[in-house]
């Protein structure tokens, strides 16, 4: 058995008449990247600051490399890190300064503080704006620097908590790019994201939480496998026919239809009874006769998206109030 990083059994933590986390069960291997998806309000910067020690559970058991985040708290914060979904440098200090002080409270003499401080800047492209405020950042370079901040001591367990949430699709990939530099060096990082393409390049397992608890949990191959063998990728000419494209699609179909960002892009789920040319055919047919005007469409495998919406009836982007 895989040494695991993170177990749960049954977390709970209530706050007044909601509970944010409702019966938590995670089981994360140490090595890798562990995706938690879900919505806003799902529960997961809760579950994160239990896990960090941050927050006291009301209820249930939780350990990080086997020591109990309750009784061993101190034990625990030894081994990990977090970077939650805000800065915590300090933006009227620069990049550098930033680092070099982060580096001396954690120990580092002066000359090994300023060198581990230049090592980070440099791998995350920051040395040009080394000497600058961090006020002056743009949202990725910020996310960079808190990152980098957050493993000036190589932890074993890196919380991440949507590290990527506001950013241009450059900035989240140079982020994506640094997770996978953390993990290939040893780091543990447990993911918690509300965008699903983020999870799929990322994790190698996922567990699909909504209203606090586990609703799924897997590779995303086999998260995409559970709810049907292909879909209809359909892109139409004009976004006011996305409404009756979609009440057609699902009467031929005989399934959920997910509207993508996309104004003109909707997606629907084939059943996996080995026909789906066919009924992608029939379907396409459908919305012809319908004087619906289709400019592309594709068959391929579901997505997350159609995975996160087959177990909630709501999209993962869906804003609820936490």
């Given at each position: ?9 049954g977390?709970?933590k ?9 019966g938590?069960d995670l089981s994360?291997p140490?090595?890798?990247?562990y ?12 579950a994160?600051?239990m ?10 058991e ?14 625990v ?10 800065a ?6 620069t990049g ?14 002066k000359p090994?503080?300023?060198q ?26 910020r ?9 000036l001591?190589?932890?074993d ?13 450059r ?6 790019d640094i997770?996978?530099?953390v ?7 447990l ?17 699909v939480?909504d ?5 799924a949990?897997?590779?995303p191959?086999?998260l995409?496998?559970?709810v049907?063998s ?7 000419r004009?976004?006011?026919d ?19 960002a ?11 009874s080995g026909?789906?040319?066919a009924?992608?055919a029939?379907?396409?047919g ?20 159609e995975?996160?919406l087959a ?7 869906t804003?609820?109030?936490a």
């Amino acid at each position: 058995m895989p040494e695991l990083a993170i177990q749960t059994a049954g977390l709970i933590k209530v706050f007044g008449d909601t509970r944010a986390v409702d019966g938590l069960d995670l089981s994360v291997p140490a090595g890798a990247v562990y995706g938690v998806l879900g919505p806003n309000g799902a529960g997961k910067t809760t579950a994160v600051r239990m896990l960090a020690t941050l927050l006291r559970p009301d209820g249930g058991e939780a350990t990080v490399f086997g020591h109990d985040v309750v009784r061993e708290a101190d034990a625990v914060r030894s081994r990990v890190s977090l970077t939650g979904q805000y800065a915590s440098v300090d933006e009227e200090m620069t990049g550098s300064e930033n680092l070099i002080l982060l580096a001396r409270l954690l120990g580092h003499r002066k000359p090994a503080a300023r060198q581990r401080a230049a090592e980070l800047l440099e791998a995350f492209g920051l040395t040009e704006a080394a000497g600058r405020q961090v006020k002056t950042y743009s949202g990725g370079m910020r996310r960079r620097i808190d990152i980098a901040a957050s493993i000036l001591n190589t932890p074993d367990l890196l919380f991440l908590d949507e590290p990527t949430t506001g950013l241009d699709p450059r900035s989240r990939n140079q982020v994506w790019d640094i997770v996978r530099i953390v993990v290939a060096h040893g780091t543990t990082v447990l993911l918690t994201t509300q965008y699903l393409e983020e999870a799929d390049r990322l994790a190698q397992r996922i567990a699909v939480i909504d209203h606090g608890r586990v609703i799924a949990e897997g590779t995303p191959g086999e998260l995409k496998s559970s709810v049907g063998s292909g879909s209809i990728h359909v892109r139409l000419r004009d976004a006011a026919d996305r409404p009756e494209a979609s009440r057609l699609l699902t009467e031929e179909l005989d399934t959920l239809v997910y509207l993508e960002a996309d104004p003109v892009a909707l997606t629907a789920r084939v059943n996996g009874s080995g026909d789906e040319a066919a009924q992608a055919a029939r379907a396409l047919g459908r919305l012809a006769a319908a004087g619906v005007v289709v400019d592309d469409f594709s068959l391929g495998q579901p997505s997350l998206d159609e995975v996160f919406l087959a177990l909630t009836d709501h999209p993962a982007t869906t804003e609820e109030a936490a």
